[in-house]
Antibody
Framework: EVQLLESGGGLVQPGGSLRLSCAAS????????MTWVRQAPGKGLEWVSA????????YYADSVKGRFTISRDNSKDTLYLQMNSLRPDDTAVYSC??????????????WGQGTMVTVSS | DIVMTQSPDSLAVSLGERATINCKSS????????????LGWYQQKPGQPPKLLIY???LRESGVPDRFSGSGSGTDFTLTISSLQAEDVAVYYC?????????FGQGTKVEIK
């Protein structure tokens, strides 16, 4: 069964850091682009960052550029999101999603359940 | 950035009736070299992650009931639920994946009348 499982969320003070992980199973992880999408409470979906399949090219939303870093460890079938200088408006459920191809320009066909990140003092 | 605008924001449809959701992009998401529209539709039920329904604007994802269909090209797209079922109550989002940043519409909430 194809599955994505996020972890690493929690409560952090403004200016703090968190690292999210997304463990993948059931597919050839290295062959597909992976994406982080967030959803603030009661709000819509916001694309955050993506990393292509084998090439590992990375992309970021302007709102997180310079603060967040996406990476992947294909030997561990795991996607990461390092989040620094967190702000209250980063509060959201963060979900990882698998692209339908190795390119980041693709629909997202498998989603994890998400992990909650709360930035508050 | 490409802005995706959905209409309506919400709609209530009787069971068995047709539901239609529109999505308009601020610029074309049709890639001329392969004639593909870089547009997807997702369904999100309360407490669940989004589920891909349609990709390339009109191709149904595996396992998605055939009452769901997508159409349109360029900047104007439509998701149609031909005969609304109780389990279709959800928020529906369109998304363009033509250019970075990938962007979503604001969502359309579908309820039973």
């Amino acid at each position: 069964e194809v599955q994505l499982l996020e972890s690493g969320g929690g409560l952090v003070q403004p200016g703090g850091s968190l690292r999210l992980s997304c463990a993948a199973s059931g597919f050839t992880f290295s062959s597909y682009a992976m994406t982080w999408v967030r959803q603030a409470p009661g709000k819509g979906l916001e694309w955050v960052s993506a990393i292509s399949g084998p090439s590992g090219n990375t992309y970021y939303a302007d709102s997180v550029k310079g603060r967040f870093t996406i990476s992947r460890d294909n030997s561990k079938d795991t996607l990461y999101l390092q989040m620094n200088s967190l702000r209250p408006d980063d509060t959201a459920v963060y979900s990882c999603a698998k692209g339908r191809s190795s390119s980041s320009y693709a629909a997202l066909d498998i989603w994890g359940q998400g992990t909650m990140v709360t930035v508050s003092s | 950035d490409i802005v995706m605008t959905q209409s309506p924001d919400s709609l209530a449809v009787s069971l068995g009736e047709r539901a239609t959701i529109n999505c308009k992009s601020s610029q074309s998401v049709l890639y001329s070299s392969n004639n593909n529209n870089y547009l997807g539709w997702y369904q999100q039920k309360p407490g669940q992650p989004p589920k891909l329904l349609i990709y390339w604007a009109s191709l149904r994802e595996s396992g998605v009931p055939d009452r769901f269909s997508g159409s349109g090209s360029g900047t104007d797209f439509t998701l149609t639920i031909s005969s609304l079922q109780a389990e279709d109550v959800a928020v529906y989002y369109c998304q363009q994946y033509y250019t970075i940043p990938l962007t979503f519409g604001q969502g359309t909430k579908v309820e039973i009348k």
